[in-house]
Nanobody
C-alpha cells in the first residue's frame, strides 16, 4: 500500500514558477514509477509527466516539454514537479500517482488527493 500527499500548489502570475511535491508512505516506493496528471474544470484528467523508479527515464506531454521537470528522491520517498513559465491554461488540480508500470495514461494504482494550481494572466 502506498499513500501519496501532494503539496506546493498555489496561485501565480503567468510566467511564474511552482514546485509541486509528492510525499509517499508505504512500501515499494523506490520500485514504482511516479506519474503527474492534471484536471482542469470541465475537462478530463490528462497526462503531464512520468518518471521511472530510478529517475533516469522521464516522459512529458508535449505542452510540458521544456517547461516542466519531473524528479524524485527515493531516499526521501518524494517526487517533484518543477513547473516554469506557467501559463493560464496550466490552471488545474495536479495529481501525483504511482504504479509498478511506467505509463502515460492514468492507469495508475495509487493517487494523491491533488493540489490546486492557478495561473493568472
Amino acid at each position: 500500500q502506498v499513500q501519496l500527499v501532494e503539496s506546493g500548489g498555489g496561485s501565480v502570475q503567468a510566467g511564474g514558477s511552482l514546485r509541486l511535491s509528492c510525499a509517499a508512505s508505504g512500501r515499494f516506493f523506490d520500485s514504482y514509477a511516479m506519474g503527474w496528471f492534471r484536471q482542469a474544470p470541465g475537462k478530463e484528467r490528462e497526462f503531464v509527466a512520468t518518471i521511472n523508479w530510478s529517475g533516469r527515464t522521464t516522459y512529458y506531454a508535449d505542452y510540458a516539454k521544456g517547461r516542466f521537470t519531473a524528479s524524485r528522491d527515493n531516499t526521501k520517498m518524494a517526487g517533484y514537479l518543477q513547473m516554469n513559465n506557467l501559463l493560464p491554461e496550466d490552471t488545474a488540480v495536479y495529481y501525483c500517482a504511482m504504479d509498478e508500470t511506467l505509463a502515460t495514461v492514468d492507469d495508475y494504482e495509487y493517487w494523491g488527493q491533488g493540489t490546486q494550481v492557478t495561473v493568472s494572466s
